[in-house]
Nanobody, 129 residues
Framework: QVQLVESGGDLVQPGGSLKLSCAVS??????????IAWFRQPPGKEREGVSC????????DYKNSAEGRFTISRDITKNTVYLQMNTLKPEDTAVYYC????????????????????WGQGTQVTVSS
């Protein structure tokens, strides 16, 4: 069973930075074969897409809330995807999940989480002074 393991969540002050990691446990489950996305679920709200990196060429996509502040990247040799988050705001507080799908198209719109087949357990990010 493939596992996606997120880490890096923490309590941080507004304006601070965090780097989340999503490590894939199975070396045969490669980032070149799977598109990886980050979703988040704020308290009391639905899960929403944040950013995505596609399997085909590593092209990235971001929701407006993340554009210009967050950067998604991948290290194929480590089978790990990262989400660098800068200039964090209280509204970024959420449980952050990474997810994977076999398709090569990034999907981040409403209810697209159903299109992802594999999910991590989530990591808590809290932005507060």
């Amino acid at each position: 069973q493939v596992q996606l393991v997120e880490s890096g969540g923490d309590l941080v002050q507004p304006g601070g930075s965090l780097k989340l990691s999503c490590a894939v446990s199975d070396s045969t489950f490669t980032l070149e074969d799977h598109t990886i996305a980050w979703f988040r679920q704020p308290p009391g709200k639905e899960r929403e897409g944040v950013s995505c990196i596609n399997r085909k060429d590593g092209n990235t996509d971001y929701k407006n809330s993340a554009e210009g502040r967050f950067t998604i990247s991948r290290d194929i040799t480590k089978n790990t995807v990262y989400l660098q988050m800068n200039t964090l705001k209280p509204e970024d507080t959420a449980v952050y999940y990474c997810a994977a799908r076999d398709g090569y198209i990034c999907l981040l719109g409403p209810r697209t989480d159903d299109m992802y087949d594999y999910w991590g357990q989530g990591t808590q990010v809290t932005v507060s002074s």
